[in-house]
């Protein structure tokens, strides 16, 4: 298969470079999931599978909730001390989302953190329908386009399973490289890195092809870094399934 090197989307994608926002993933359990949320921002919460058809909490716990189709947005509230003045308490909040026919128990911890996602998760089953059309309806090379595209937004394409890794995938005189998360669809995989500078470089997606397995394409969100700086990969490879 002929490789890609999407070179030039990174420059026309990624006008800048910015830290992953910190995408949370909830896999379903019957006990209660921690997640963080935002003190001063909505976050977000998403369901893999259809629409969100009813939610569950306590009103008196300070905070606004709001469905729309398959997603919740949940806004903390500000509590008005004796004084006059309005806090957000940092106290943990219970939720209850109904996602795919099952009820995920969340414990919202507040944070001062910029507006959260998080994403509910029932068990996968790979090389589904969503999966399969998401990968037909374009050509070739505009999917992959809009994988790298989502991948970089933090957003799952339709009927792709979203793993958060997080682990050393090599350490060299230049940089460290991090896996840190696998978006698995039926015919591709995309992986995200976090590339690390030891010294200042230039870098270049031809150069990690010997080290990757079934490449397509590979997208490099900030070429240049200084000594300590970090930027992002993208790599859609073929799913040989493994």
Not at 30 to 53: L, Q, T
Not at 145 to 150: A, D, F, H, M, P
Request: charged share 25%; glycine share 6%; proline share 6%.
């Amino acid at each position: 298969m002929k490789r890609l090197s999407l070179i030039l989307l990174a420059s026309v994608v990624f006008a800048e470079e910015v830290p992953p926002k910190g995408l949370q993933v909830v896999e379903f359990s019957h006990g209660w999931n921690v997640v963080y949320v935002s003190m001063g921002d909505v976050s977000r919460i998403v369901c893999e599978k259809g629409d969100v058809p009813t939610v569950v909490y306590s009103q008196e716990k300070e905070m606004q909730v709001k469905i729309e189709g398959r997603n919740v947005f949940v806004k903390l509230v500000p509590k008005e001390e004796d004084n006059g003045k309005k806090v957000i308490l940092d106290y943990p909040r219970e939720l209850y989302v109904e996602c795919g026919g099952e009820v995920f128990q969340l414990l919202l911890y507040p944070k001062s953190i910029p507006a959260a996602t998080i994403y509910l998760k029932l068990p996968f089953k790979q090389g589904t329908a969503k999966a399969k059309a998401f990968e037909k309806t374009s050509p070739l090379e505009e999917t992959i386009g809009r994988l790298i595209k989502s991948a970089y937004l933090e957003e799952i394409p339709d009927g792709y399973d979203v793993e958060m890794v997080n682990k050393p995938a090599g350490s060299f005189q230049e940089l460290d490289l991090v896996l840190y998360r696998r978006y698995t669809g039926d015919r591709f995989v995309v992986e995200e890195y976090l590339i690390t500078a030891r010294l200042n470089l230039e870098l270049s997606e031809a150069s990690f092809l010997p080290y990757l397995k079934n490449p397509v394409a590979v997208s490099i969100v900030k070429p240049i870094l200084k000594e300590g700086e970090t930027t992002r990969m993208f790599v859609v490879s073929i799913n040989s399934g493994d």
